[in-house]
């Protein structure tokens, strides 16, 4: 009866420390052949609607286009991969191409980005442009020989820790060099919850801060009640950004890590 008894602890302890299934597995987001999984969301568009075929699929790649636009109009959009996840390691590879959308703003050329931590893009307005969210912004080199990183940290809707202080910047530059359009970049983040957050730019981590919450501005014309200011973001949806700039992304995969909800 003892060893029975010891038995059951040592299992109970074994399964309790187990990790979820697929925890510290590398899973592929992106299936290569279509946008299953993902939901398409366009500012003055509702959730589902992928306006212009903004977000397509060639050669196994994710591409951003802008052929069937006219005028941008401020169609900011972004596709969302229908699963949350809070502490993971997301891997995924993009480079610019073709040619800026010149109806669209101008900061946005050669400039696009993965949003996460962000509100599910049911709970967003028709005219709510930005999701509140923490971006991994990418830039490239603009031919001007000055540098220009990329894996920057912007914040629609949102604060973050700093160096240990409370940051309201909209944008922090990371130390990552200047990447030229047309190459293809590997990204990375590995993010923990509310805790550390690191950006990695073909290998060399070029920044990393902590405790996003929800607060500040940027995002609009969102619903009220998703806009808890002050409110730890512990978890939300990774999303593909789509400003003006055709983009290409591929070898997206993600590996959860312990504490993911």
Known sequence: MKKLWIGLLAFVALTASSPAPGDGEWISLFNGKNLKNWTVKI????????FGNTFRVKDGIIQVRYDQYGDFNEQYGHLYYDT??????????????GEWEKTAPSYTILNSGVMFHSQDPRTMPVEQDWPISVEMQFLAGLGDGQPRPTGNMCSP????????????????????KTYEKGEWVKAELIVHGDSLIQHI???DTVLQYSKPSIGGEVANRYDPAQKVDGKPLTSGHIALQSEGQPIDFRNIRIKKLPGNQ
């Open 43 to 50: 500012h003055h568009h509702p959730v589902g609607k992928n």
């Open 84 to 97: 949350p996840f809070s502490h993971y390691h997301l891997q995924l590879e993009y480079r610019f191409t």
């Open 157 to 176: 809707g949102t604060n973050i820790v700093y160096k240990g202080k409370f940051n309201t910047q909209h944008c922090i530059n990371s130390s990552s």
């Open 201 to 203: 730019i073909n290998g």
